[in-house]
């Protein structure tokens, strides 16, 4: 699977394939966000189209091809809003549903987010880091020894270098929406 900058280069060169992934990957993000606003079917529709058309017209100005995902769940998040406001001034305020109050629904669509930007900036490690990652935080606990004789690296090595892997994923820019949040 190709990562996310890899993705929006094929897509700048007009790749249909590219674009076809993109959309694919991130549609469930688009209508995460949208769900958050307790927009109806249409809106969201309209929602998605519009930060797709976003998106193409402003892919070659994206300036860290990897933030794409914190790219997208801005855009949603400010069409969304957008398009609130626009219904605001077309009917009185007491026939708009406004963003959905339900914050247990909130707090699962923004894990749901981070899950996503998570797996993207994952995908974007090196093998060798997400090797040693996935045997430290496996659902049993693996020792060292089993670690250093499965990926080559020495015992001593693999606190600092499990360190290594963390910074790397913590710098991601797909992670560095949510950064901002927490």
Not at 20 to 33: G, K, N, Q, S
Request: overall charge negative; proline content about 4%; hydrophobic content about 45%.
């Amino acid at each position: 699977m190709p990562d996310v900058a890899e993705l929006v280069l094929r897509a700048r060169r007009g790749e249909q394939a590219a674009w076809d992934e993109i959309v694919e990957r991130f549609a469930p993000l688009v209508w995460a966000v949208c769900r958050r606003y307790n927009l109806s079917a249409a809106d969201t529709d309209d929602v998605n189209a519009t930060v797709w058309l976003r998106l193409v017209e402003r892919l070659n100005t994206l300036r860290e091809a990897a933030a794409l995902p914190g790219w997208i769940a801005t855009t949603t998040r400010n069409e969304c809003l957008h398009l609130l406001r626009d219904k605001k001034k077309q009917i009185s305020v007491e026939d708009i549903d406004g963003p959905d109050e339900r914050p247990e629904l909130d707090a699962w669509l923004l894990m749901q987010e981070r899950h996503i930007a998570l797996r993207v900036a994952f995908r974007e490690l090196s093998e060798r880091c997400r090797q040693l990652l996935n045997l430290l935080f496996a659902e049993e606990t693996v020792r060292y020894a089993t670690i250093s004789a499965q990926i080559g690296v020495p015992v001593g090595s693999i606190g600092p270098s499990r360190m290594r892997c963390l910074d790397t994923l913590r710098g991601n820019p797909a992670l560095a929406a949510f950064e901002e949040e927490s």
